[in-house]
């Protein structure tokens, strides 16, 4: 005698739910949707911060200030922190060695905090003005560093 094998499928694989298919397949008719409103229609969908008509919280609750879109973020470094740094020429890539500043691709000022023992050579996208006349009385030079953005508008 031959013994058959059956393949059954998994208990884990179940079939999907086949709606409007007829009534014969629990699922027919109103498709599950009910009898009528927005939500048996085609098409509707809860859309995000829907409140079935009522005034959404987005716009109940007040709005303050005024945030400019154009404002300048600059990592702040003061020159007592640089004359920590036993080097003449302070880059911005130094600061990040030096864990005074976090990145050296936004941008940095200097301002004028301390005093300076030595002469150094400071390249900084800003400068206040006591920095830099701190840093010309020592004897070093404020350089402003040049950007893309910068050297397109030298440019034109």
Known sequence: MEERY??????????RKRVARGTSSGH??????????QLSRSGSKNMIGFEGG???IQRRVP??????IFKKYYQIVNLSQIN???LA????????QNNVIKNSDKLIKILGTGELKKSFKVT????????TKSIQTAGGEAIIRQTQKNKE???K
Do not use: H, W, Y
């Open 89 to 96: 020429e302070i880059t911005p890539e130094i600061l990040v």
């Open 124 to 131: 900084a996208d800003a400068f206040s003005a006591s920095a």
């Open 6 to 15: 059956l393949l059954k499928k998994p208990d884990c694989i179940k079939d």
């Open 63 to 68: 709005k303050r200030g005024f945030n400019n």
């Open 54 to 56: 009522q005034m959404p």
């Open 153 to 155: 508008q030298d440019r």
């Open 28 to 37: 027919g008719k109103t498709a599950c949707r009910g009898q009528k409103g």
């Open 84 to 86: 920590n740094i036993n």
